[in-house]
């Protein structure tokens, strides 16, 4: 239906469309994974990459938790699971949108010992250890939240808009959830981008396909494996050089499983653990919380290992009842233990051909990425499936995918010109609209009709009208037609009003047979929702024209504007009446949506969650500047203790005063008091003024201290300014002479030089009185004079000069205009003088 939409993407270089200063606009990529979460930031004059946390780290772990009140994120919060696994929540993403009582909460069960609770919706929320309920929208709102934040450190500016990716296979319901998320997060959403079309893009940015090329992404990832055929074709136009030449990406088809994933093998490993430890120590681990969450972590670091080697290491140092555990876990056990999940490492690719009506001859190659794509059995079990020579490891496995998304974004702001790309995505799943058929008779048994609406593998970013005869307000309702375990069928509700009335509008105005037309959109996110609803009809042409044609006769065609399948409307006149011609006529109809099965977070709860999360912000911030605060005064005070305690030579001794350091030994051991006693309850403020009330006193030890260093050259520079000042009045003098013997206008007025002379009278005069009184003082005095004084005469002293000496020799001129003008400048700079008295020199400027 709709054509594939036409997306101008970015290649290597970013171009400003606006001044960066006017518009400078930035787009956030997220990518968030199971196990790990990458971001990206596209914003000019910012270089395109992964976005770092705060550690430096190019990726950050998908994971929150509290320690106490503080809320702790990435790894933090990761590892705080050995000590208070009931606190930290990692996984969550499987969760996103899923019902309490779904496979996936019940398989999180299995992996994390969380407190899940049922939310008013039937989705899963956390309790954590103090009571605190957050639903999963909220927790990675959160996290969203933390990247955008560290993407505003990066752009120097707020940053709102981003692309998020999602599995293929993620339901209405899944996607709603991560939209919620952005929302909550403060972000505002461009997209949600399947993560195989994100690859697809990277893979694409770089490269031309001048013959159609057809590749499978294998995307292994901590929750999932999924395998997306895409079709790559570079449109060359003889215009267009091979840089800029426009590459078509299409998804043609995809598989994925939900079962094989990394999170699966950990636990698996992990499994092999607790099974090694209980038969060395003859105790059960499972029902302690702590010890499964240790070797939960441990299971992936030896995952890691087995994949570059043979056998590992196990060592938990006191993983329960203080028994330290040492073992050896070798790759071939670790495989055995997987070997029924082989089958799944490979079935994605069949069934993405499948539904792709491709064979393996078509691929040219299978593109790995994901994280568990560097595990041997999967490569192995991929091998085996395609051959080696199919195989390709040519993009980042795990930063292909937030890097396609963020350049996908860019592609929809106007402020980045790219690369074209046409992209177009495919549905996941089949989707048909049911109504109630009108009753025949009032006895007839209530009927329900069905009609398929998108099918699985059918473009995204597509309109479909439905056409219903209906006389009365009715309702619809869009479902999944196929059950999946893990989510439900109905979407939603739709109910139509104010029909009646406006068929028997059309019906009034001439039209024979009115129908409903319902329209409804699958969005590039692949959300499906009814955007339209109106009455139709063909409607007698009461204007001037429709009764001219009436009239004449017409041979237009009576096809509709949007070319959907009509109810054909009879046109012939009836014997009779005068002929009369027809136009469409529409009313728009009345309709409210309502969400079914798992609903998108209530309004009121929006509001609520987005202040509660806007506080958290707002007590962590705080917490943070206090903390900053006190870790500065804590500093200052050990400085100074060391400063006041130092030997008789040091400068700071040697510049202050008996009584200066007197007095502030007397605040400091007063301030040190305080800290150890009320400094754990303060406020940053407290803490800023304490540090300022002994800044003051340090103070004129300090600036003593600086003036001794810079002032002897400020003085040298002074005395050179005045020198040269000297030699440019004496050379100005003589050749006002010599100037005016010879008939010309003077180079210099004489305001200009008399504005020297007694500038330098003065600065002389200065330097001499303050050198006799410096003579006096002893190094702990405030000195006589300051390098910023010097500068500032030395400044005004220079710049004036420079400017006159810039000034062109004067040449004997032309007897005419010029010479008058020149005189007017001159009375003109001597009023200027006049009036500014002496705080700004004169200036003749010759124009
Ligand atoms: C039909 O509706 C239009 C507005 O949509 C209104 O202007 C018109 O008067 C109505 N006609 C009748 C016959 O109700
Ligand atoms: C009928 O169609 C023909 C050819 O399409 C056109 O030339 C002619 O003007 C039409 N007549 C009227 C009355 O619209
Ligand atoms: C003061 O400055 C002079 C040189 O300008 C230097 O030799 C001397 O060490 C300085 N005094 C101290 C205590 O730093
Ligand atoms: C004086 O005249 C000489 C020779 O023309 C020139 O080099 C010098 O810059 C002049 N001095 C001033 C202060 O204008």
């Not at 139509?496 to 019906?507: F, Q």
């Not at 609520?608 to 917490?623: F, H, M, N, P, Q």
């Amino acid at each position: 239906m709709a054509p594939a939409k036409p997306l101008a993407l970015l290649l290597f270089s970013l171009l400003l469309v606006f001044p960066s200063a006017v518009f400078a606009a930035s787009v956030l990529a997220i990518d968030y994974g199971s196990d790990w979460m990458k971001a990206s930031l596209m914003k000019p004059g910012v270089p395109f990459d992964v976005l770092l946390n705060r550690d430096s780290k190019r990726k950050i772990q998908s994971s929150i938790g509290w320690k106490g009140e503080d809320r702790l994120f990435g790894s933090d919060a990761f590892n705080l699971a050995a000590r208070f696994p009931l606190d930290s929540f990692s996984n969550l993403k499987s969760l996103q949108g899923a019902a309490i009582d779904s496979i996936q909460a019940h398989y999180h069960a299995k992996i994390s010992p969380a407190t899940l609770v049922p939310t008013e919706r039937g989705t899963v929320a956390v309790k954590t250890s103090s009571g605190a309920e957050w639903s999963v929208e909220e927790l990675v709102a959160m996290q969203f939240a933390y990247v955008k934040e560290l993407a505003e450190g990066l752009a120097g500016s707020k940053v709102y808009d981003v692309v998020v990716t999602v599995p293929s296979y993620f339901s209405q319901f899944q996607r709603q959830a991560v939209l919620d998320s952005i929302e909550l997060a403060g972000l505002r959403p461009l997209a949600l981008l399947n993560d195989g079309t994100a690859v697809a893009i990277n893979y694409a940015m770089t490269r031309t396909f001048p013959e159609t090329e057809h590749h499978i992404i294998y995307d292994a990832g901590a929750s999932s494996i999924r395998a997306t055929v895409v079709s790559f074709s570079s449109k060359t136009n003889s215009a267009s050089t091979s840089a800029s030449t426009p590459v078509e990406i299409e998804t043609l088809g995809f598989g994925y499983d939900l079962a094989a994933g990394g999170t699966e093998f950990d636990r698996r490993l992990r499994l092999i653990l607790a099974e090694q430890f209980e038969s060395k120590n003859g105790k059960s681990l499972k029902g302690d919380a702590k010890a499964m969450a240790k070797l939960w972590k441990e299971a992936g670091r030896v995952k890691a290992i087995l994949s570059a080697n043979a056998d590992s290491n196990v060592a938990v140092e006191s993983l329960y009842q203080d028994i330290d555990f040492k073992s050896k876990v070798s790759r071939q056990t670790f495989e055995k233990a997987c070997a029924d999940l082989k089958p799944r490492f490979t079935a994605p690719i069949t069934d993405a051909l499948t539904s792709a009506g491709l064979t393996l001859n078509d691929i040219k190659s299978v593109i790995l990425t994901g994280g568990a794509s560097r595990t041997p059995m999967i490569q192995a079990a991929v091998r085996a499936a395609v051959g080696d020579a199919k195989i390709a490891q040519n993009v980042n496995a795990d930063e292909a995918s937030v890097l396609g998304a963020a350049l996908y974004g860019a592609s929809l702001s106007p402020q980045f010109k790219t690369k074209e790309i046409k992209v177009q995505d495919i549905a996941a799943y089949n989707i048909q609209i049911s109504y109630a058929a009108e009753p025949k008779t009032p006895e007839s048994k209530p009927r329900t009709i069905q009609t398929p609406l998108f099918y699985s593998g059918s473009k995204t970013s597509v309109k479909k009208t439905l056409t219903l005869k209906r006389k009365d307000d009715f309702s619809l309702r869009l479902a999944y037609k196929d059950a999946k375990p893990e989510f439900p069928q109905p979407i939603s509700e739709i109910q139509l009003m104010g029909v009646a009335e406006a068929i028997a509008n059309l019906t009034e105005r001439g039209a024979k047979e009115p129908v409903v037309k319902v329209t409804v959109l699958l969005s590039d996110s692949t959300i499906a929702s009814v955007v339209d609803a109106v009455a139709h009809g063909q409607v007698k042409d009461d204007s001037i024209k429709g009764k001219l044609k009436g009239l004449f006769g017409s041979n237009e065609s009576k096809a509709t504007e949007d070319g959907s399948s009509e109810v054909p409307v009879p046109t012939a006149p009836a014997q009779e009446e005068p002929v009369v011609e027809y136009k469409p006529g529409n009313i728009q109809l009345k309709f409210v949506e309502t969400p079914l099965s798992i609903k998108p977070l209530s309004a009121e709860f929006r509001a609520e969650a987005r202040k509660r999360l806007i506080d958290a912000d707002k007590v962590e911030l705080a917490k943070r500047k206090t903390e900053e605060a006190r870790n500065f005064l804590e500093g200052y005070l050990y400085r100074l203790r060391d400063l006041l305690d130092g030997e008789e030579t040091t400068p700071f001794m040697e510049f202050s005063k008996e009584s200066e350091r007197e007095k502030l030994a007397e605040l400091h051991e007063e301030t040190l008091t305080w800290f150890n006693t009320e400094g754990d309850d303060a406020d940053q403020v407290t803490f800023w003024a304490k540090r300022e009330a002994l800044e003051a006193l340090e103070k004129p030890i300090q600036t003593r201290y600086e003036e001794n260093e810079t002032g002897p050259g400020a003085l040298t520079d002074l005395q050179q300014a005045l020198f040269a000042g000297r030699m440019f009045l004496t050379s100005a003098r003589q050749n006002e002479t010599e100037e005016l013997a010879a008939g010309l206008t003077p180079r210099f007025t004489a305001d200009e030089l008399e504005w020297v002379e007694k500038q330098l009278v003065d600065n002389e005069k200065w330097l001499e009185e303050r050198l006799e009184v410096q003579k006096t003082l002893a190094k702990n005095d405030d000195p006589a004079f300051t390098t910023a004084e010097m500068k500032a005469r030395g400044v005004t002293l220079q710049t004036y000069v420079l400017k006159l000496m810039r000034r062109k020799q004067p040449k004997v001129k032309p007897t005419s205009t010029s010479s008058s003008s020149s005189a007017t400048s001159t009375s003109t700079s001597t009023s200027t003088t006049r009036a500014a008295e002496e705080t700004a020199p004169p200036v003749h400027e010759e124009l």
